[in-house]
C-alpha cells in the first residue's frame, strides 16, 4: 500500500487525517471476467481543483478521476462502469457526470438529487446518462433528509424509468423497512445492505433482509465490498487469496437465492477503509467464491447491469 500522502488532493483541500489512498498497483486478475462485464459501482473524487468537494462533505478523499478509473477498468478487463455519486461531492453531480459524458457511452451514473431539481435539469442528467438516485441513510455520511422529500424525488424519477439505489446498515433495516416497501421504483441495496458478518448468514440479521429481498421482487442487491465487511483483517495477514472469506457465505446466499437481482463492483476509490486499501485485482478474484458457475457470473457481471443501465442494448 502506498503512504497515505502519496496522492494529493487538489484545489486547497486537505485529505482526511488517516485517508487511505486508492492502491496503485493492482493485480491483473486470474478470474477472466465474462465479454462486456460491468463494475456496477465504483466513484470518481475531484480532482478537487476541477471539481471541488462538498461543503457538507463528511470527509475528503484523495482524488480519483475518470482517467484513472477508465485505466482501472481496461487493467480489470471491464467493459463498462456505474459510477455512483460519492457523498463528498454532495448533490453536486458535475464530476460524475464529467466521467459519464467523457466515457463514450461505456459508463453509466447514479446521482444525488435535492427536491429543488428541476424537470429540465433532471432530463439533462438523464442525457448524460444517469439512471438512479442514491438515497443515503448512513448516519456518519450524510445529514438527514425528510422521508416526504426523498418520496417526492422518486416519484419524479420513476417516470424517467430511473431506480433508487439504498445504502443502509443492517441494524436500521427494521425501521427503514415500510418506507424501503413504499417506493415505486426498482430498489438497490448497496453492500448487502451491510450485514454484520460476525454473525451467522443464517442468523435474524441477515435473515431479515433475505425476507426483505423475497417479499420485495423490485429489490436488488449490490453484492459487494468484502473488504469493506469482512471483520477478518487485511489481506496480509491472512494471505491475498484467502482474504474476505467470513463474507462468502453472505453474498453466496444472495447470489443463488437471486440470480436475476444481483450486481457486483469494485467500491474503487474504496472510500472511508480504516484498516487496509484492497487490491482491485484480487476483489475481481473473488468473485468465483460467491458466484461459482459460469451461468452465475454471466448474470452479475453482464446481465443483470446491462438490464438496469442499458435496456437498450438488451434484446
Ligand atoms: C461506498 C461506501 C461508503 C461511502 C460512500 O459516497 C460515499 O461517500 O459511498 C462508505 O463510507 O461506507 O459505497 O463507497
Known amino acids: 500500500m502506498p503512504p497515505s500522502d502519496a496522492l494529493p488532493t487538489t484545489g486547497g483541500f486537505t485529505k482526511t487525517a488517516g485517508w487511505l489512498d486508492w492502491y496503485q498497483g493492482p493485480a491483473r486478475p486470474r478470474f477472466q471476467l465474462p465479454e462486456g462485464a460491468v ?17 457538507e462533505r463528511k470527509y475528503t478523499p484523495c482524488d480519483a478521476s475518470k482517467a484513472q478509473l477508465f485505466a482501472l477498468r481496461d487493467h480489470l478487463g471491464f467493459h463498462r462502469n456505474v459510477i455512483v455519486q460519492a457523498t463528498c461531492h454532495g448533490d453536486d453531480n458535475r464530476a460524475m457526470l464529467d466521467a459519464c459524458q467523457a466515457s463514450q457511452g461505456r459508463a453509466r451514473g447514479v446521482a444525488t438529487v435535492r ?6 435539469q433532471l432530463q439533462a442528467l438523464h442525457d448524460a446518462g444517469v439512471r438512479g438516485v442514491r ?3 448512513v448516519k456518519r455520511l450524510v445529514d438527514f433528509t425528510p422521508r416526504d422529500e426523498l418520496m417526492e424525488i422518486a416519484q419524479r424519477i420513476h417516470r424517467l424509468g430511473w431506480h433508487v439505489v439504498i445504502y443502509f446498515e443492517a441494524p436500521d433495516l427494521p425501521e427503514l423497512w415500510d418506507f424501503f416497501s413504499a417506493l415505486p421504483t426498482t430498489v438497490v441495496v448497496d453492500h448487502m445492505g451491510r450485514p454484520d458478518v460476525t454473525q451467522s448468514p443464517d442468523g435474524p440479521e441477515f435473515g431479515l433482509f433475505l425476507r ?14 468484502p473488504e469493506r465487511l469482512s471483520s477478518s483483517g487485511p489481506p496480509a495477514l491472512h494471505g491475498q ?17 437471486f440470480p436475476d437481482r444481483v450486481l457486483w463492483g469494485t467500491d474503487w476509490p474504496h472510500p472511508n477503509l480504516k484498516d487496509h486499501m484492497p487490491d482491485d485485482g484480487l476483489l ?4 468465483p467464491q460467491i458466484a461459482p458457475t459460469q451461468a452465475l457470473q454471466q448474470r452479475l457481471l453482464v446481465d443483470n447491469p446491462l438490464r438496469l443501465y442499458w435496456p437498450e442494448l438488451v434484446g
Open 39 to 55: 463494475d456496477a459501482h465504483c466513484h470518481v473524487f475531484g480532482p478537487g481543483a476541477a471539481f471541488p468537494y462538498a461543503p
Open 115 to 120: 427536491r429543488s431539481i428541476s424537470d429540465e
Open 135 to 137: 438515497f443515503n441513510f
Open 212 to 225: 426483505f429481498m423475497r417479499e420485495h421482487p423490485q429489490v436488488w442487491c449490490k453484492v459487494t465490498c
Open 241 to 257: 487469496q484467502q482474504a474476505y472469506q467470513d463474507v462468502v457465505p453472505f453474498a453466496r446466499r444472495v447470489v443463488e437465492a
Open 284 to 287: 475481481v478474484d473473488f468473485i
